[in-house]
């Protein structure tokens, strides 16, 4: 009866008393932020962060080169989409950059917090109290001697203010801590993180970034108009824009001649540029390089690329001029191998013209032509055209960049009814199908401008600063507890490092010499 009662109690109805019980909406909101703010949510964040950055440096990013995402989308139309539509050609601001960034944020400001907070009462507090077995520690020594009590506490107080130690004399034994600046630096290193996110953040709402394409010979003047590509931030406004022009007046690639194995090696570009604050103002000569930007007024001026622009004019079959400027070309590879397009929506026959450009035209076997080299050694203009409606009478907006073909008809080019029209410089040529004639007047360099204000970047970089600082002191300073106790016949020592402390025996055996009297007999034992 006994056994029956006993195994009842093991039946599925009772078993519901052991049951854990239900911890709630709250307690799951309390357990997530816990997981949240916790160190190692903190460093898997930071460093996700830093994976998710890494995209950014592998596509040209809108922002920054929106000729080279022009270029990426010409090259790879059907991975450009998919790219796209993925944000890696605006990784900085997407959306998944985004919610690392906050939540990195908020998990670095929820772990600093109560580690400050506690940091703060441990240096207030008194070095722990003489534990009851001090041979259990890692650097413990116990001396046989005849000095005194005083002598002891004294001469071991002393050694260890000397050594930095935080000191506290108790009754017949003495309690030192070091190394809180340990604990200071890792503190101080997620509060510059926490600076670093917060600088970047203003930054990035009151920063901006506009790029412009000048041709030798063309004035940029800092409106809003004259940006090909405006990037603002969301607290941006235009009255930031302070009133400037520069004028590019020649623009030098030098490429190396001398070694035989690096020929067209780019060795330096200068953009040689002319600026002026108001118009009554005398200008200013200056030099952009890579790396070496111009210190505009309230904003400063990058070199961002280069690149070929072949003067060209076109004609009506009545010699009307239907167009002439120079071109921009875009570079397709290292020896400026340059891809342009011409659009003639005002020409009494509307056509478009898809171009390429080579520096130093080379044949291949196939009958194509390259550029060897990107110097202007012996440049050609090879055109193919298409004629029909190019779309532009109805307002909607065009990469100048490219030629939507799809519709038109290819009148010059490969398999067409006429050969690519080809030019050297100084060279007219009447078009096909009576679309009248072409000139090649010359060529001129242009240089792609990037002009970014960001008021933080000083704040960012004391920051970032700081963070390396403060990381050499955490990761440089021992964090240490050492104790004294007289006992009658000797007295003992024993030390514990918070970490591996190699150095830990050393300490133990300097503070045992500083106390014990040099005519003094004794005997150590570990």
Same mark, same amino acid.
């Given at each position: ?11 599925? +109805? ?5 049951? =854990? ?37 592998? *596509? ?8 080279? %995402?022009?270029?990426?989308f ?11 539509a ?8 997407s ?9 990195? /944020?908020?998990?670095?400001i $929820? ?6 907070l ?16 001090l #041979?259990?520690?890692?650097?413990? &020594?116990?001396?046989?001697s005849?000095? =005194? ?14 050594? $930095?130690f935080?000191?506290? %004399? ?5 309690s030192? +801590?070091?190394?809180?600046?340990r ?9 510059a ?15 901006y ?39 590019l007046?020649?623009?030098?690639a030098? /490429? ?6 690096n020929?067209? !090696? ?7 540029? !002319? ?22 007024p309230?904003?400063? %001026? *990058?070199l961002?690329?280069?690149? *070929? ?16 400027? @120079?071109? +921009?070309?875009?570079? #397709? ?16 026959? #509307? ?26 050694v012996?440049?050609?203009?090879s ?8 779309g ?20 010059? $080019? @490969? ?16 078009l096909?199908?009576?679309? $009248? ?15 970014? *204000?960001n ?17 050499? !002191? ?5 964090? &240490? ?9 000797? /007295? ?35």
């Amino acid at each position: 009866m006994a056994s029956s009662q006993r195994s009842s109690d093991l039946t599925p +109805e009772s078993s519901d008393r052991t049951e =854990s019980p239900e911890i709630g909406v709250v307690g799951w909101l309390r357990w997530i932020w816990r997981q949240l703010t916790s160190m190692r949510t903190a460093l898997l964040l930071l460093l996700l962060l830093a994976i998710a950055a890494v995209p950014g440096s592998i *596509y040209p990013q809108r922002s920054a080169d929106p000729n080279g %995402v022009t270029s990426f989308f010409q090259g790879n139309p059907q991975l450009a989409r998919v790219l796209d539509a993925l944000q890696l050609f605006d990784v900085y601001s997407s959306s998944w950059f985004s919610a690392i960034y906050i939540l990195l /944020f908020v998990s670095l400001i $929820g772990c600093v917090i109560p580690r400050t907070l506690v940091h703060y009462r441990a240096l207030r507090s008194e070095p722990v109290a003489l534990p009851t077995r001090l #041979q259990r520690f890692p650097g413990y &020594r116990k001396i046989t001697s005849d000095a =005194s009590g005083k002598h002891v506490l004294a001469k071991g107080e002393a050694a260890l203010r000397a050594k $930095g130690f935080r000191v506290i %004399v108790r009754a017949g034994s003495i309690s030192a +801590e070091k190394g809180y600046l340990r604990e200071t630096g890792n503190l101080m290193f997620h509060v510059a993180l926490i600076g670093v996110l917060i600088t970047a953040g203003i930054g990035g709402g009151l920063s901006y970034n506009g790029q412009r394409v000048l041709v030798e010979g063309e004035t940029f003047v800092d409106n809003l108009s004259s940006y090909d590509s405006f990037n603002p931030g969301v607290f941006f406004k235009e009255s930031q824009l302070k009133p400037y022009a520069v004028t590019l007046n020649k623009f030098e690639a030098i /490429f190396d001649l001398k070694n035989p194995t690096n020929i067209g !090696t780019p060795l330096d570009f200068r953009a040689h540029v !002319t600026t002026r604050t108001t118009p009554d103002a005398a200008p200013q000569r200056s030099l952009i390089r890579v790396n070496e930007p111009l210190q505009a007024p309230g904003a400063n %001026v *990058y070199l961002t690329g280069n690149g *070929y622009a072949p003067v060209l004019t076109f004609r009506d079959p009545d010699g009307q001029v239907s167009f002439s400027g @120079p071109v +921009e070309f875009l570079p #397709q590879d290292a020896n400026y191998t340059s891809l342009g397009v011409v659009k003639l929506p005002d020409a009494k026959t #509307q056509f478009g013209v898809l171009a390429f450009f080579y520096p130093t035209k080379q044949q291949l076997k196939t009958g194509a032509f390259t550029s060897s080299f990107p110097g202007l050694v012996d440049p050609l203009l090879s055109m193919n055209i298409y004629v029909g409606n190019l779309g532009l009478n109805d307002g909607s907006p065009q990469n100048v960049f490219q030629l939507q073909v799809h519709g038109l008809k290819k009148v010059a $080019g @490969p398999k067409a009814p006429n050969k690519a029209v080809q030019l050297v410089v100084g060279q007219t040529k009447k078009l096909p199908a009576g679309l $009248g004639s072409v000139t090649f007047d010359g060529i001129k360099r242009y240089a792609s401008l990037d002009v970014a *204000y960001n008021p933080t970047e000083g704040w960012v970089l004391f920051f970032a600063l700081l963070a390396l600082a403060s990381l050499a !002191t955490s990761l440089s300073v021992p964090r &240490r507890r050492v104790w004294i106790r007289k006992f009658e016949g000797g /007295f003992e020592v024993a030390a514990l490092a918070r970490n591996d402390d190699p150095n830990l025996d050393s300490l133990v055996d300097e503070i045992v010499q500083s106390i014990t009297p040099k005519k003094s007999s004794r005997k150590a034992t570990k």
